[in-house]
């Protein structure tokens, strides 16, 4: 497992991510054969949210009722989760009120004085960046949070935040796939009038300004593609070019195909970390065998072009 840097904090952390949304139906044992085949894969990184499952902190409640985890195994291991999203609002809230009291419940719900890291989950049309201020440095403070990221934010978001947040921003979680990836080839067509992909969908350069600033980008959603109701791209006929690209590259570095999926993200010198949303331990296996894998160019553009984006 290739580890990459978390940000400006000077850690190292792997560069697939265990994502913990869908557990809140599984069993005890499903959820330590999940956990189990994350770490002998070399996946010490949780991915949460408030929101996630079917009401609220139950997916964080699920993972820390299964494994019951020792003190020492806290430690060994990095938890991250989300807050913002009022989902039965719906609406969002970046108050200081609000972020403060979901970490709280977060906290109680994964059995944990701490979290690694928080992310504003999407953005707040109404945020006040002093609000935000406050709460991280209430969350700081009472170490109740270590390091604090955003999800889905433009560069211009970011700046917004970073007029009253004296904390580093040392993550953005934004969808990326091969199948569904404008901001990676938006750049690829600049200027280009006849390229649906050159239009500015994040601001500009988003890829970009987070390696200027030092942002690790989480690629969440990292199968899903946008033809055929928008689902998995893998085995999808209608990604049959793609697919066949991928099956190809699978049988000459034999590894599944999932790797190649994944391989495709972490081949990228922006060293992104790719979050798994699956709760099959044999498909976070799979996915892990991509982590070191460094395609070449000619195969990583070839996958961009199999996927019908344009490469002038």
């Not at 935040?161 to 969808?175: D, H, S």
């Not at 992104?272 to 195969?299: F, I, K, W, Y």
Request: with cysteine; hydrophobic share 40%; net charge negative.
């Amino acid at each position: 497992m290739r580890n990459v840097p978390l940000g400006t904090t000077g850690l190292a952390v792997p560069n697939v991510v265990a994502g913990m949304m869908r557990i809140d139906d599984k069993t005890d044992g499903d959820v330590r054969a999940l956990y189990g085949a994350a770490r002998d894969a070399g996946i010490d990184f949780f991915d949460h949210a408030d929101i996630y499952a079917r009401s609220l902190h139950s997916a964080e409640e699920r993972f820390a009722e299964a494994l019951r985890l020792s003190t020492a195994e806290r430690g060994e291991i990095r938890l991250q989760t989300k807050a913002g999203i009022v989902r039965e609002g719906p609406y969002f809230d970046f108050s200081y009120e609000h972020l403060v009291s979901s970490v709280e419940a977060s906290l109680r719900a994964l059995r944990t004085d701490y979290v690694d890291v928080l992310l504003l989950h999407r953005p707040d049309a109404l945020v006040e960046p002093d609000e935000v201020a406050r709460a991280f440095d209430h969350l700081e403070s009472s170490g109740m949070v270590r390091a604090f990221g955003v999800s889905n934010h433009t560069p211009r978001q970011i700046d917004l935040l970073r007029t009253a947040v004296r904390q580093p921003i040392v993550a953005n979680q934004v969808q990326l796939s091969i199948a569904h990836a404008p901001v990676v080839v938006q750049g690829l067509a600049a200027n280009m009038e006849s390229a649906p992909q050159s239009s500015v969908r994040d601001g500009g350069g988003l890829v970009e300004y987070c390696r200027i600033e030092g942002i690790t980008l989480q690629a969440w959603s990292p199968l899903q593609g946008t033809r055929g109701g928008g689902g998995v791209f893998l085995g999808h006929p209608d990604y049959a070019e793609l697919n066949a690209d991928i099956d190809q590259l699978s049988e000459k570095y034999g590894v599944p195909p999932l790797a190649i999926a994944v391989a495709w993200i972490t081949r990228h010198p922006a060293d992104m970390q790719v979050v798994l949303g699956t709760t099959n331990p044999g498909r976070v296996t799979d996915a892990a065998a991509g982590s070191d894998l460094r395609l070449t160019r000619a195969e990583w553009y070839g996958l961009v072009r199999a996927a019908g984006y344009v490469v002038p």
